[in-house]
């Protein structure tokens, strides 16, 4: 069974540049939710997609970042513009439960990024 | 506020030791906590879970124990091994059931194996 595919990898960019991040989720999830992880930190959510519909974005910086998931499978994640404090692995992870509390989340394994 | 908290940042473990890696928790209404283990480079990977009303739970060479009078919850390794070493997080589901997967994660454990 393949994986959550996350793209790219690693990106460098300066402040006050754009940057997308792409995630396919495993095939089937329909939950899938964009993480930020801070180096030393846990992992942070930032936005919770049930098919491509919102359940929570309740701490995504909305005035820099946005993500979208329109057919309900592949989703991206933009910021923009970047800022220092926005260095970090930003994670996409995929469900296939959302109210059953399973709690069990398949992570990929993260695109880094570096503003400089 | 909630918090899911590591008492410790660093273990060091001799191979073929047993680890116990420790987490505490604040919010009392949470019923759903889960432990990951994230290796460098890669995300962190499902390794077990436990719901409240259980206090103890065992899968493959680890055991999670759950302690809600104090709210603290641990997991243990048995026989610890080379490839375990990585960073290991407690998780929290603040809203319970229905909630959805809303996690909330600790700070985690580097577990260092010595050989």
């Known amino acids: 069974e393949a994986g959550v595919a996350q793209s790219p990898r690693y990106k460098i960019i300066e402040k006050r540049q754009s940057v997308a991040f792409w995630c396919n989720p495993i095939?089937?999830?329909?939950?899938l939710y964009w993480y930020q992880q801070i180096l030393g930190q846990g992992p942070k959510l930032l936005i919770q997609?049930?098919?491509?519909?919102?359940?929570?974005d309740s701490q995504l910086p909305k005035d820099r970042f946005s993500a979208e998931r329109l057919k309900g499978v592949d989703s991206t994640l933009k910021i923009q513009p970047a800022k220092l404090e926005d260095s970090a692995v930003y994670l996409c992870?995929?469900?296939?439960?959302?109210?059953?509390?399973?709690?069990?989340?398949?992570f990929g394994e993260g695109s880094r990024l570096t503003v400089l | 506020g909630e918090s899911v908290g590591l008492h410790l940042p660093t273990l060091s473990v001799q191979e073929g030791d047993n680890s116990i890696i420790n987490c505490a928790y604040s919010?009392?209404?949470?019923?759903?906590f889960i432990w990951y283990k994230q290796e460098s480079g890669k995300g962190p990977q499902f390794i077990i879970d436990?719901?409240?009303?259980?206090d103890k739970r065992q899968g493959q060479r680890v055991t999670v124990l759950l302690n809600k009078t104090v709210k603290h919850l641990s997991l243990q390794i048995a026989a610890t091994q080379p490839g375990d070493s990585a960073v290991y997080f407690c998780?929290?589901?603040?809203f319970g059931g229905g909630g959805g997967n809303k996690l909330t994660f600790g700070t985690g454990t580097q577990l260092k194996v010595e050989l």
């Open positions: 095939s089937g999830h329909a939950t």
């Open positions: 992870a995929s469900s296939l439960h959302t109210y059953a509390n399973t709690g069990e989340l398949f």
């Open positions: 919010n009392s209404a949470s019923d759903y």
């Open positions: 998780a929290e589901n603040p």
């Open positions: 997609f049930q098919n491509n519909g919102v359940v929570d």
């Open positions: 436990i719901r409240s009303n259980m």
